[in-house]
C-alpha cells in the first residue's frame, strides 16, 4: 500500500484547507516545490498534489508551480483540481504529471468521465469525495444526492481504472479516517482505491492496511504530515509490511 502525501497549491503556495473551505486556510511553505522535494527525500513513492485555485474555479491556475514539481521529482505525480475538458487532462500529462484525477465534471457529465477512462486509461484516475455518503462537487462546495458507492460503481462500468476516494467530513481534522465509507467503497468496486480524508497517525496506516486484500491500493496524507503527528518513513514502513 502506497503513503503519499499531498501538496495542496492556492495562488502559488503549499497550503491545507479544513474540510475544503478556503476560508480556513493555512499555508505550510511558499514554495511547493521544496516541499515536495522534502516528501521526496523522505521515500514517498507518488505525490499528490492539488490546484486549490483550480478546484474552485474549473480550470488550473498553477499550472507553471506544477510543472515545475514534476521536472524536480523522480517520482510519479498525480494531480487534480480543475481538469474537466480532455484538452486540460493533454495539457497537464505534457506536463510530466504521470495522472491527473478527475473530480466535478466527471459528477456532471457522464459523457466527458467515459471520454477521459477511455483516452487515458491507467493515465487518469477518478478523484470521488463524499460527505455523509452523498457525492460532493464543485470544490466541495455542494453535496448532490448521488450515493457516493453507487456512482462509483457507475464510473467503473464506464470505464474508470481507479477511485481516490475522499471523505470531506474528515479533511483536515486529524479525527481519523472513516474506515466504513472505506471498506463500503472498496467492497462497492472491483478497481484499486486510494483512501484520503482524516489521516492523524500511524493507527490510520495500520487499520487502512488491513482493507488492502479489499482493494485499498493507497492512503493520501496531508495534514497529518505537515503536523508532525504522522511520521512518513513509519508510515511507508507499516504500509509496506
Known sequence: MEVIPAVDIRNGKCVRLLQGKFDEETVFADDPVEMALHWASLGAERLHVVDLDGAKTGEPHNLDVIARIAAALKIPVQMGGGVRSIETARQVIGLGVGRVVTGTSAVLDRDFAR???????????????????????????????????????????????????????????????????????????????????????????????????LGIEGVIAGKALYTGSLDLQDAIRVAGD
Open 115 to 213: 471520454a477521459m477512462f477511455k483516452g487515458f486509461g491507467e493515465r487518469v484516475a477518478r478523484g470521488l469525495d463524499a460527505h455523509d455518503g452523498l457525492v460532493a462537487a464543485h470544490g466541495w462546495q455542494e453535496t448532490s444526492k448521488l450515493r457516493a458507492v453507487d456512482f462509483a460503481q457507475h464510473m467503473e462500468r464506464l470505464g474508470a481504472r481507479r477511485i481516490i476516494h475522499t471523505d470531506i467530513s474528515r479533511d483536515g481534522m486529524l479525527q481519523g479516517v472513516n474506515l466504513a465509507a472505506m471498506e463500503a467503497m472498496a467492497q462497492a468496486v472491483s478497481i484499486p482505491v486510494i483512501a484520503s480524508g482524516g489521516v492523524t497517525g500511524i493507527e490510520d496506516i495500520r487499520n487502512l492496511k488491513r482493507l488492502e486484500p
